[in-house]
């Protein structure tokens, strides 16, 4: 289905209805599987990912993990970042069945895990291994921001130090190829409509600094549009820093709150008050 | 079975097998026999779907099922015959099962798909329930995933996952009548369960598979990865409903419970059979003293409080024990699928 | 998430090709309901392996194909490799693989989901037999290929009973393996055996009986149906299958059903003591 860009030249408004520069609603969670030593659950409009984090533990035989096709970075004297990706057959409109030695999702898969060993301090944790599955419930574009927001959310969750968060967006334009308007705007998180029509970038960034982690381009852009959508990328993965951080902190609150509750009848009485 | 391999030493697995073997059984998180472990459900968590579910064990173990349908069309059409025969075939519903850390196509994640799928097929009614008309039909992809680490063995849970799912499954209302290409009502509200909410026609609920284990002369339901490694048989038991017309006005009281219909069995291969033996006391003094004969006997001879991987099958009676156990009218199943009716349909 | 990079194929389905009806007429079982086929079961046909074995399955009266044909080896126990983790007893690995020209349609060389359906149950049907713990730290491969499948023609596809067939063929695979097993000289506690019985609808009045040793095209419809790896000398079963609506209002059905496949598998067992013995004394 063509995107109608003439109705976004007149009314300024996206398919959905926001404005160029608006986020759609991101809903995090953290510490959601009791089973799973980190936990996360992301939203980022339509886009439904879950992050269950294993580790750091003893590292799984090195040629089981090659065999598996699982990406890996890091390993010997740093702790090995794993990433396992699976797209449920029900996540997107059509049933499709992707297997594991998927190529689209073995790339993404090694995106997370080159990001992560760099980001996180693996050296705390020689020969051992950290073990990231990822569940795609529901896909509607900004598939990889997606999946590095929770991922980083897992981390956390699991006290693996990181030397900041990784927060990442999408951002696109609305010019194509061919058109060489001057108006075109540039686009911040798009959806699956708009990332099927527009050329996009994938950006992360080092916390709410400039310092991009990650960068991720497939479709042709001209290069005159590149810098506007960067600007506008760095500046929505800045915001999406802010609401992972403030799921972080709520989680923490509500932990403390809870959590004391739970120590006084767990432990002594002399913790009573 | 890889995924329930437990570092367990043979004191720890003799410790576990005799106090499951006493009578009554003293499970190690306290539960009686035949109780499951409890769980948290939720139906409609995905709106992608024709149908969702979401189960949470106690221990943190979590799964998601999804159905999605697909129209599809039926291959020899212009086969001739009544209309009102309906002619399903099995292989129009696909099961996938999705375990993290494990390959797709490893052979316990087939053959934990192949015995859910042969369990929901099994009556040959559910394949009816997508034929459309004679040229059309819904292709059914169920989509199972496991959430968190393989903690235990997880039949159970995705079984009741997979049941809930399938409850919670509506598919369009059909406008088109007869052999033309098929419409659909637009309208989500008005569309059709695919197990009908009020019905008494037979095949109207999806089936359950129960994973049950012996250990002595006990039979003990949902074991967790510790019982799982000391039993001597694993027996997967899937069972479903059978609702018939009552005779109104009657007003029978339904309390003898609810009748079972046995769908499939298929033995599971028990982890206790890849565990460490012990070694007896004394056993290893007399090997060095050079007398080779009685070592290799006294290795087959049990020696109490010594663990010993088990040996061989199972009694027909045993396995006739276990089945008796689950068909039991007001029984294990019973429960289950009483506490399963009481999940919100979303 | 389009894939922008490359070029995937299509990702819908195909239907595939049709073909006319076979003109051959329907078989129908000839033999009593408590006859099983005979078989052929030879052992030590694959010098090279440690063990091996040759199992053929009787042919059906008047059908153009043959019946079942598989062969199986054993290879081990041998010592396993030296990334593997320690292991006190000996590591099965069971596969069971159709050769590609097996059955009417062909199959491919990597093993699909039925087929390693089948290698777990063999594994299971297997593990209680041998006495692993005599071999610590080795490993032990048990090859099963079906050279010629039991049902190749269209009919049996189009009827959707073919899945009915993978139990007569997974109670061969015990059959075949448990006497390869033998002929490795593997110490088991018993020769393991499988045996499979059906229950069966009657065309004529809606009665149904059971019978031993099912051909699914031979009958009307099977109801359910049940499979079991049975040890003779224990009186103990190793691996059960049973699938199927068995009747809840009578509740001795399934009971009756294992007994029956139990005693169908005594008489495969009967076949692998003659085919030992003959290896032993060479007569």
Redesign the interface.
Known sequence: MPLDTSTYSLALLRVDGRRWNELRRLHAQIRI????DGSSYLEMG?T?V?C?L?GPSEP?QQQQGQR?GQATAGGGKDAAINV?I?V????????K?R??NDKRTQELELIIAKTFASVAHTHLFPHSSI?L?L?V??ADGSLLAALLNAATLALIDAGIPMSDYIAACTAGSTSSYAAADDSADPLLDLNTQEEQELPFITVATLGETDRVAVLNCESRVQVSRLEGMLAVAVDGCKEVKQLLDKAIKAKGAKMIREGAAEKSDAMAMDLDE | MATTHTLLSPAELNYLHTSLSLRPPIRSDGRLPTQFRPLTAETGI????NG?ACV?FS????A?V???A?I??T??AQQSGDADEKKA???WVEI?V?I??????D??T??L??MLR??LL???EFAKKLWINRRFHWRL?I?I?L???P?SYPLPLLSLTTHLALLATRLPKLKSEGDEDPMFDDDWESSVFVYPREGASEGTRPPITLLVVTVGDNVIFDPTKEELAVAETA?AVSVAE?RRERPRGGMEVDSKGR???????????PPS??T??GVPNGTATTATEGKPAPSNLS?ETPVAGVWK?P??????TV??GI?QAV?EKGGVADEVLDGLDGVELA | MADRRRINGPGG?T??P?YDDDPLPLPTRLRLPNAVRSVYLKTGVTPSASGSAYLEVESRNGAPTTGMKLSCTVHGPRSLPRSAPF???MVLTTHVKYAPFATKSRRGYL?D??E??L???L??AL???L????WPKSGVDVVVTIIEGEEARQFAV?Q?SE?WDMMNVLSACITVAAAAVADAGIDC??TVSGGVAALVSLSDDGKSEIVLDPVATEHEEILAACCV???PN???????????????TD?GL??NL??RA?YASKGTSQAIVGSLNEAVTGV
């Open positions: 599987q009791a089973a799973a339509n439904k879950m269950v294993t799984q598996r396992s699976v449920a057959g029900f996540a997107s409109v059509d049933h069945k297997g594991r073990s599955a569940h419930l529901s | 995905l709106q992608g779907t969702s949470t221990d943190g173990a979590e998601i999804g159905v999605k697909e599809e069309k291959p020899d075939r099995g292989d996938s999705e993290p850390s494990q390959r797709d196509d052979a316990a087939v053959f798909g192949e042969e369990a099994g009556d040959g992809h989509d995933l959430l968190s680490p903690l027996l059978v009748e079972l219909k046995l769908l499939s069995i298929r033995t599971i291969d059979r890849l460490p033996p290795s991987a040996l061989g099958g199972t009694k027909f396995v006739d089945i068909l | 389905t239907l595939p049709l292991s006190p007893h093993r989901a039925s390693r359906d290698s777990t149950h594994e299971t593990r209680g037999v006495i692993a713990d005599r189009d959707g899945e506690v018993d790896a049975y040890l224990r009186d103990e079963i190793t691996n059960l299958w049973l699938k199927g609506e068995v009747s809840s509740p399934y009971r294992i007994a139990v």
